[in-house]
């Protein structure tokens, strides 16, 4: 921590995907600072809104009135490429990648704020990183469905995008039994499978697959036929987006490109079509996909985002910068920002419940 002057204005941006819990976040921190005499600002699209005009909003009780319970952001967001970066293609053809994090300084010091409260996943906290070690006032908070970063107990906005794929699971019970069908569920989880654990789990799965443990076929298959032969002539399979097969690649919808990341999707259909292929059993696919980030956070992840919002004020009037705040439970504090995004938050193999996993006789793919 260092001494500061007195704060009269902060600003709040929401970057990355969306999930159900972000506008608690921005009431509860508007609320917070209001609360200390201080001014708001929010900021559009993400840290983009630092690189045009116009593209700030001035919080204040009205605006973030009656929002906590609304999914998406009142900002908006962004998740296309890593804005302190611009690619350009000089007179030779030749591509160059230009550093614009002095841009969005400077765009910080035209809003005359004191310090920022930036929302977001893993490549939110590591910009928010890059501008505290540029000697910016930072405060981030974590955010993301998948869960996977590191330094904090749960994101908000986990338990949301669980709930959606649980119910979704649940409902497929009835007529995968009903038609004696195979489902594979596809959910979110590019690089770690805490949405497809804990749904798959809670909703009664028969297969799980994650992207930690890679899956043989014929694993799957011998769960399946081995349900067929108890008489369940049906099964359900939930697999992370970013799941693959022992020595394969993760399936890619799109390629990376321009500064994007490749964008993953399609192992559910991959699946389907191999397990019908191999058991005979008339296999189906469902695919969540944005419907895990949308509508209404649960009591949890709301209750969660105000109290992150909260003490991202906290921080700020401490003098407490370059961190991120993280659930302790049951506590609230603050934890390094390098120390968020020094790796992926990834689920543990041997921890309790992928141990309950197979206690309970889920296949997880590898035996």
Request: charged residues 25%; contains cysteine; aromatic residues 4%.
């Amino acid at each position: 921590m260092r001494p500061m002057p007195p704060v009269r204005r902060i600003a709040i941006s929401t970057g990355g995907g969306d999930a159900p819990g972000l506008n608690a976040v921005i009431r509860a921190a508007t609320l917070a600072a209001l609360g200390r005499g201080w001014e708001v600002v929010g900021i559009r699209r993400g840290f983009v809104g630092l690189f045009e005009p116009g593209e700030s909003v001035v919080l204040d009780r009205d605006r973030v009135r009656g929002i906590s319970h609304l999914g998406g952001s009142i900002l908006g967001t962004n998740s296309r490429g890593n804005p302190f970066e611009r690619r350009e293609v000089d007179e030779r053809g030749v591509e160059q990648v230009i550093d614009t994090i002095d841009q969005a300084i400077a765009g910080l010091r035209e809003l005359e704020v004191d310090a920022l409260i930036a929302i977001g996943g893993d490549g939110s906290m590591a910009l928010a990183h890059r501008l505290a070690k540029r000697g910016v006032a930072v405060v981030g908070v974590p955010k993301t469905i998948d869960n996977d970063l590191e330094g904090t107990n749960v994101t908000f906005g986990f338990e949301t995008a669980a709930e959606v794929a649980t119910d979704a699971i649940d409902r497929l019970h009835s007529t995968a039994e009903a038609h004696e069908r195979v489902f594979v569920v596809e959910v979110m989880g590019r690089y770690a499978g805490w949405i497809a654990l804990h749904s798959g789990l809670a909703g009664g799965a028969d297969v799980i697959l994650l992207p930690e443990i890679p899956y043989t076929l014929d694993s799957v298959c011998r769960k399946i036929l081995e349900r067929e032969r108890s008489g369940r002539h049906f099964s359900i399979v939930v697999a992370a987006e970013g799941a693959r097969a022992v020595g394969g690649e993760r399936t890619v919808e799109s390629p990376a490109s321009a500064g994007r990341a490749e964008r993953l999707g399609g192992i559910g259909h991959k699946l389907a079509a191999e397990i019908e292929e191999r058991t005979g059993k008339e296999s189906r696919t469902v695919v969540l996909g944005h419907l895990q980030r949308g509508g209404r956070p649960t009591p949890r992840d709301r209750l969660l985002a105000l109290r992150f919002g909260a003490a991202a004020v906290r921080a700020i009037e401490a003098g407490d910068f370059g961190v991120m705040v993280s659930l302790d439970p049951p506590d609230v504090l603050t934890v390094p920002l390098e120390r968020a995004i020094s790796r992926l938050k990834t689920v543990p193999l041997d921890g309790d419940t992928i141990l309950t996993a197979r206690d309970l006789g889920v296949c997880l793919g590898d035996g």
